[in-house]
């Protein structure tokens, strides 16, 4: 058996039509190694890494200072308990987290795996920190329309897109779901405990940008209310908006702020929710008000040790300064796409985070676009009609360039056929 057959025999893949995949016509793309924005097939083949294998990585593949930080830290121990020890890594990787943040604003870090249980954790810190301080009536959430916070229970009960949560919706946390800030200003607080969102952009929902001045809006609403804010900085973080939070381009603090994906750069399983030091205090009253939750893996020393390089190479390399000019170049080379492409019928762009969207009158066209694009050198995802790029910081102009030729190409090529 071929590494395809075998796959296709034992494997089930997420967010995948396995009809489709196990299908006899179909040949799973094998990924082999990657070097900086490129990632290599079992082939040979060489595609530039257009979603930044799901919107992780942050610094190209094999990066020699994070490949050595993690190397160091193996050949001291690769995971030790968090419950009842700790380690170096996690304990300054904590550190340089919250020196991220103003002086007294998010000063607690609670370390789990990923996305979904970053934001889980955050709704269940919310819950308990209500009943602790005697508020157990505010037990429900705000969320918005087409959200995506994740997939484990809690977070799926706030998601907005029925694809992936109309089966489940009845099971989970009590929300209200919303499509504006004019619904949330009518809403009785009475009841909520937090509103949770991704701040400036939706990135499940295919790259929807909130309006300008919303998220202040809701950080006003929530403090006039009693109500706290979780943002979900998981896809948003570490410079994908041209921020190194997607929170600071409206000066807005949460009371809680989850984070995952290019935590570790991208390399390794690793999440955080950050908390205000008055939440945190709420759980000092002994063993009745403990925080009974975690993980096998939370502050994982492998993990910590590629987030506090990740890190040092954003100061090092100066990789904030330096995407101002490669988001304006890419805002110039999607206009001149679309001006070519009447097929599609809207550009969506913050910092390095774009979203493509071609007319729907062609049917969803989508992926098949995008599994057009790899001849083309390119991989990425579409989400329905909508073309994802959101491609690692390192990315050069010349790249970006290559990037949206190839997608140029493929669209073309798809429609001519």
């Known amino acids: 058996m071929t590494l395809s057959d075998k796959d296709k025999s034992y494997l089930w893949h997420p967010f995948t039509v396995m009809s489709d995949w196990c299908s006899d016509g179909y040949e799973p793309l094998v ?6 924005v490129y990632v290599f097939d079992k082939l040979g083949n060489r595609y530039i890494d257009g979603n930044s294998s799901i919107w992780t990585n942050l610094h190209g593949h094999n990066d020699p200072r994070i ?6 830290q193996l050949n001291k121990i690769s995971h030790v308990s968090f419950l009842g020890t700790t380690n170096e890594p996690a304990i300054l990787l904590a550190e340089k987290l919250v020196n991220l943040f103003p002086e007294k604003s998010l000063s607690r870090v609670f370390y789990s795996d990923d996305g979904s249980t970053a934001v889980e954790c955050a709704m269940k810190m919310v819950i308990q920190y209500f009943q602790l301080i005697d508020q157990s009536h505010r037990n429900k959430f705000i969320a918005f ?17 029925d694809k992936f949560f109309s089966r489940f919706s009845q099971l989970g946390l009590p929300t209200l779901s919303l499509a504006s800030i004019e619904d949330l200003l009518a809403i009785d607080a009475s009841q909520i405990a937090a509103v949770v969102i991704e701040p400036m ?8 940008l909130w309006p300008d001045g919303m998220l202040q809006e809701i950080r006003r609403w929530c403090d006039e209310n009693g109500v706290l804010l979780i943002l979900d900085e998981v896809m948003t973080g570490f410079g994908r908006t041209g921020k190194m939070f997607a929170c600071e381009h409206e000066g807005v603090s949460p009371d809680l702020l989850c984070l995952a994906k290019g935590l570790s750069g ?3 399983p690793l999440a955080v929710t950050m908390a205000k030091e008055s939440i945190f205090e709420a759980f000092l009253g002994g063993e009745d008000t403990t925080f009974y939750y975690g993980h096998s893996y939370s502050g994982n020393p492998l993990g910590c040790a590629a987030a506090l390089a990740s890190l040092n190479i954003f100061e090092n390399d100066r990789i904030i300064e330096n995407l101002e000019r490669k988001i304006e170049f890419l805002k110039i080379r999607l206009e001149k796409l679309k001006t070519k492409n009447s097929s599609i019928s809207e550009i969506r762009q913050i910092g390095l985070i774009s979203g493509i969207e071609i007319s729907s009158e062609l049917g969803i066209i989508g992926p098949q676009i995008c599994h057009l694009g790899r001849k083309y050198g390119l991989l990425t995802r579409s989400i329905g009609n909508v073309i994802v ?29």
């Open 31 to 36: 990924i082999d190694k990657g070097e900086g």
């Open 201 to 208: 952009v939706q990135g499940a929902a295919g790259i929807r």
């Open 67 to 72: 490949n050595s930080a993690i190397k160091d």
């Open 266 to 268: 991208g390399y390794l």
């Open 389 to 417: 790029f959101m491609p690692p910081l390192i990315i050069t102009e010349d790249q970006i360039d290559d990037s949206l030729n190839a997608i140029d190409g493929a669209i073309h090529e798809y429609l001519d056929n």
């Open 145 to 161: 329309d087409n959200a995506y916070h994740g997939d484990t229970f809690g977070a799926a009960s706030i998601g907005g897109i």
